[in-house]
């Protein structure tokens, strides 16, 4: 009975053995069962091959005996610790033979439950994880370099935007002299209030993977509230689950950019305006054409023919009739050309298409001129300004109302007051000026007809002002329209384009 129990015993250790062999087998590190003294009293690995020497070698050898001085004085130090204090210590080393020179290990003491004398050594071979660590530092090293040495301002933020390191290029861009100044902020801080949302909605089309970048540009607040453009260009680091670790912003100042493209931006609109007055020029010599062969044809052509009979007409009476024709058609050919040298002037001296006006002078300037008729009840004039500056030469605004309210007055009959009512307004695009008046014919609003015509009853310095400023209103992109006010009179708007 006694034996048979024995027996079972024996076996249920060799089941216990085997076991434990199976579960080295299963490990990959060799385990070390070593004395006090630094004797190794037992061995177990699951590849022999790991082995510096043989394992009966090793058996009973002392630590002393089997490596350097230098590096067994390492491991009695941490044998004799880890007894003394009860715990377990960890060494990293590199293998301290020559021909296995290039291998790291990591050595872990373990303490065995009521033993005093002796303990466990871990022995785990991690070159592999040494060799990606030393790539992970090389890169990182890399990383740093470029980081702080790159020629923009970088810039690293945790996922909350909060500041964590940042380049020397930007502590130059923002003015900061102290580093604390910057990590005390947050992005928002240094971004103008105009932004936050734009750089906001860049940030987060990163985080949530719609875009993998963003440019951005914005203006940002650098030390002492100055405001300076920046590009931003924001990239993210993520995890092995592709949620965001950090942010990672490239920034470049626009300063000397936005300066340049202001300047050009200057210039060319400072060519567009001279490009533009050329073509006022050209079209103001094309209007001045059209009033020397129509205007001046008459009496030039007049003169023509009163010498012709002259020559011919023997009569003294005859000939004194022509000589007073010749002398009218002389002082109208004068006054004419007078005028239009006048206009010529002026168009020279001031009159480029984008010099302001103040619309209440032109209409002092109307009222003056029409003084009398104000003065005995035929006219009254009504002002409506709400806009009062307009962005054209107030000449031309005065020539076309001084036609209008002289061929109104044309219709004046006695004990009715010629009513003209002047307002100006503006919508999206145009600065509208209007007038109105009580006229029941339609005729004296008629600027849209060629005005120009001799058997018309008006005034012909009167009539080639007209002509020159309808010109130019309609070179300027402006229009005229004229409409019938049923029971009211006529009213006229020129609509003047707020930009050309």
């Known amino acids: 009975m006694k034996t048979h129990q024995m027996f079972d015993e024996i076996n249920e250790l060799k089941e216990r053995i085997k076991d434990f062999n199976s579960l080295v087998s299963s490990i990959d590190d060799i385990i070390f069962e070593v004395s006090d003294q630094g004797v190794i009293l037992n061995c177990w690995t699951a590849n022999p091959e790991q082995l510096f020497y043989d394992k009966n070698f090793l058996i009973n050898k002392s630590v002393k005996e089997l490596f350097p001085t230098e590096f067994s004085n390492t491991i009695m130090y941490i044998i004799e610790k880890s007894i003394r204090k009860r715990t377990g210590y960890v060494l990293k080393y590199k293998s301290p033979f020559d021909e296995d020179h290039d291998h790291w290990y990591k050595l872990k003491t373990k303490i065995i439950s009521n033993k005093f004398d002796r303990l466990t050594v ?128 490239q920034i470049q100042d626009l300063s000397l950019f936005k300066s340049n493209e202001t300047k050009l931006n200057h210039q060319n609109e400072l060519l567009e305006k001279i490009n533009y007055e050329l073509k006022v020029k050209i079209n103001q010599l094309e209007t001045f054409n059209q009033i020397l062969a129509h205007n001046l044809r008459t009496p030039i052509s007049n003169i023509e023919m009163i010498i012709n009979q002259l020559e011919i007409e023997t009569s003294h009476e005859q000939q004194k009739n022509l000589i007073e024709l010749l002398r009218i058609s002389n002082k109208k050919f004068l ?59 107030g000449d031309y605004i005065f020539s076309i109302f001084k036609y209008l309210i002289s061929s109104s007055l044309k219709t004046y009959v006695p004990g009715k007051v ?83």
């Open 122 to 249: 871990v022995i785990t071979n991690i070159t592999r994880e040494q060799k990606l660590l030393s790539k992970i530092q090389i890169k990182e090293e890399k990383f740093n370099r470029a980081f702080q040495n790159s020629s923009i301002g970088m810039l690293l933020l945790s996922k909350s935007l909060k500041v964590i390191e940042y380049s020397m290029e930007l502590q130059h861009i923002l003015g900061y002299n102290e580093p604390e100044e910057m990590l005390k902020k947050e992005v928002p801080e240094f971004i103008l209030e105009s932004h936050h949302e734009n750089v906001q909605v860049a940030f987060d089309e990163v985080k949530h993977g719609i875009r993998e970048k963003a440019m951005i540009e914005a203006e940002c607040y650098a030390r002492g509230n100055k405001v300076i453009w920046c590009l931003i260009n924001i990239s993210s680091v993520r995890d092995k689950h592709g949620k965001v670790v950090y942010f990672l912003c």
């Open 335 to 393: 006054n004419l050309f007078d005028n239009l040298i006048e206009t010529i002037d002026v168009q020279n001296s001031n009159k480029n298409l984008s010099q302001t006006t103040q619309i209440e002078e032109v209409f002092n300037k109307v009222k003056l001129f029409f003084t009398e008729e104000i003065s005995t009840n035929k006219l009254q004039i009504i002002e409506d300004f709400k806009t009062k500056v307009i962005s054209f030469p």
């Open 418 to 500: 010629i009513e003209i009512i002047a307002s100006t307004n503006e919508n999206e695009n145009d600065i509208l000026i209007s007038m109105e008046n009580n006229c029941s014919s339609q005729h004296c609003f008629e600027i849209a007809s060629e005005v120009l015509n001799s058997n018309e009853p008006m005034d012909e310095n009167i009539q080639m002002e007209l002509h020159i400023a309808k010109q130019q209103i309609y070179f300027f992109g402006g229009n005229i329209k004229i409409f019938r006010i049923a029971d009211v009179g006529n009213k006229i708007i020129i609509s003047l384009p707020k930009s050309f």
